[in-house]
């Protein structure tokens, strides 16, 4: 695969000096087309330690108009770094739409660095290129293509060039004593990455291989590369706009309804609920103090119909929490930086550190539900969002984030019951809207719709835990146990 | 002033149960008041450690809708923070306008903790609670209010109260070394609170001394105090827009016209230039890789009319900067998410970590310059600027950040010759807007705004440095030069 790229290109100094202003201009130009439209493109430069991967991005920045773009090199992760997913310092600095990314070090770094020092085996290596290419191409769809370069010497030549940069003053400080390490496994490096470009080069992020030997070679091909894949980008996502189905299709009823099966009679008397609620909540209370002081952290996601009480859930939760660290978030429309960013980048910016719970009222599941039914999101954003969101969670999950989500299920009958009462109610009347009503109409199309995400969003580790919620009490006491019973089975 | 507090203040459990029904939903009533206005109040709750700060924040908790309302503890600065200056992690929890933020510690907990240790003196001490008025103040005015809990009890009864917490398996988890140490100390806490609490009681941020002995005076009084401060906070934001004066004085000419005193003929020859600009370069090369391992960071400001130059000016700073270490800020119309916080919220939010650097292409003076000019600012909100921004540096000074602030002037017959280039050469058209064809014509205001903003935020610690910019290459070689000088003062 490299072969390519071990043959001595190299550019002379008159053909440089002569396209250089042409390539410079077309640069800034195509920049400017990228501020213009709705893409946020990230760059990736790739390579061995020390193959000049800080200076291709140096001549970027200085041919660019810096204004426009963003360098970042990820070292050692800061303690609040660490006390979330691995992929968080890299959602962190996904450009906003109209901005650029160059990214020194990225999602492929450690992979391959734990491979070629034994730490992973084949299949978790595997595994871990297999996420960056849903990574990808997730962020493709979302406005952000990413540009992968990776600049390759042949060995002779490698070793000879850091010799002689640990010989020149003005270069000596770049080389580190990481760079030193890894230089010495050269062999080994060389069909790791031979075999993460393999695995990584699709349709949506080709990688392209540029020989590093020769500075003007090189950053001349890295730029004229990159004016081409932006150029393909604006053009692509040209297209997909004037493509885009805007129809929405209402969901069929499901096969099976699993909303429909909850058996909605059940009951529990006053007094037993007082009982059961109180001593739920004191085993709840011990259990997430234990989670204070624990590496975990909590996410609680409630969706429901409007009126499921939700809210009045939450509080029940929150009343035996320490406010130092909970948060309560709820989702409506997003900011303007928000809406700047691929769909999970709002909910990626806010994880709880280590020992915090955030619950959530309504969530991420909104794309697949409301976005989905009244035709925000088009079909294939919603339709991959199955997907995203279970990679998501499953991130959560390896970084001992404790996820639990409900559906708080009531009948149509009962939501009319609890609006009628909104209604009549001065205290109450400020939760009803009018958007809940326009909502009720669209019963049908909704529980289709959360039959769906059900059953595509459940897994073992963040199953859906469905509650009869047509009596209040009972779905208090159900949620109380079964956050206890999580956090119990979690923390021993 | 501790001795209204020492009482044994209490509240009955049958006037409690009544009155608390009525209290609670005139706290939702005034949240979602809150949440209609364009203010974002913060709670204080303050108190010497063990004392129920915890217990009354989870009580305002409970009572307030939790979505509209975040709780914040501050417990050692993580290493980002560590990385910035100490009002960096409150800036950071400062709730957007509609939000609410109860806060458990504050800018408060470091200068009393650090007085009753003896670790600074008296002058110190009082320096930090002016810092805090002023910042109250800043805060108030941009909608932010602050409304402050002490809660205190009589030493008797606090060591009673400790003595049972250790007891009771619910409360013992919440009294750590850190409360006992400080538990020991009562006595040096109290007179030093006094003084704070007495330096800082001002007409925009009172102090509510609260008696905490009884739970239900306590979290009663805390409430309908927090209603009745956030009632007046709505009403004096009313009256406030109401009297706004929307109307733009131009600034009269200054007596002394700083800009109109630098000599502009000054030039220097192509070849000069070059053999300067070059040794200057290498120079600030060195100088920078030394930054980037240093303790500092650096913040570079260019300010001056359009086409002066700011941008190449820039971009012969960054040629010989790391791409890792540097960004370009330039600052035009804030997003939502900062127009719903303070002013400087936006400045504050990404300030450089240790060894970067960032440059500004325009800056927080916008607000003394455009926002006056154009009226985008009241009259009182830029004024208070001058002062807001002389502490923002001041700040920034402390925690080892190196700023320079650079004014690069141009006549405006010069501006005229580079507004005519750029409209005749094509790749230059899109720098010229129709804005900068109506900005000229204000040439003599932002001129007499730029000399009292130069007048009022020249500091020690970060002065401006006046460039002559006629002449595009000195003003290059000057600016080098100045940072370099700067540089290798601070850096050894």
New interface residues.
Partial sequence: MFEAAEVGSALDKATYKQELPGLR?EL?RVQ?DIAASGLGPVVIVGGVEGVGK?EV??T???WM???GV????FGDP???EQERPRYWRFWRVLPPRGKMA?L?GSWYTDPIVDRVFGRIDEVSYEREMRRIRDFERMLAFEGVPVIKFWLHVAKAEYEKRLRKARKDP?KQ?RISKRTLKFAKRYDDFRPVSEEALRLTSTGVAPWHIVEAQDERYRDYTVATTLVRGLREALEEAGARRAGEEQQVVLPDPPTVNVIRQLDLTQQIPRKEYVRKRNRSQARL?RLV?ELHASEHSMILVFEGPDAAGK?GT??RL??V????F?????VSAP???EAAHPYLWRFWRDLPRRGHVT?Y?RSWYGRVLVERIEGFAARDDWQRAYAEINEFEAQLGEAGTIVLKFWLAISPEEQLRRFEDRETTP?KQ?KLTREDWRNRKKWDAYEAAACDMIERTSTDQAPWILVPAEDKRLARVEVLRAVSKRLSRELT
Avoid: K, Q
Wanted: glycine share 6%; hydrophobic share 35%; aromatic share 8%.
């Fill in positions: 201009s800034l400017r800080g991005m140096n970027l920045l200085e108009d810096a204004r963003e360098a970042h090199a800061t303690t609040e160059v020194l003005e400080w209370g103090r809210g939450i509080r929150t009343a929490m320490d406010a130092r909970y948060r309560v978030r709820s900011t303007d930086e619950i009222d205290y400020y």
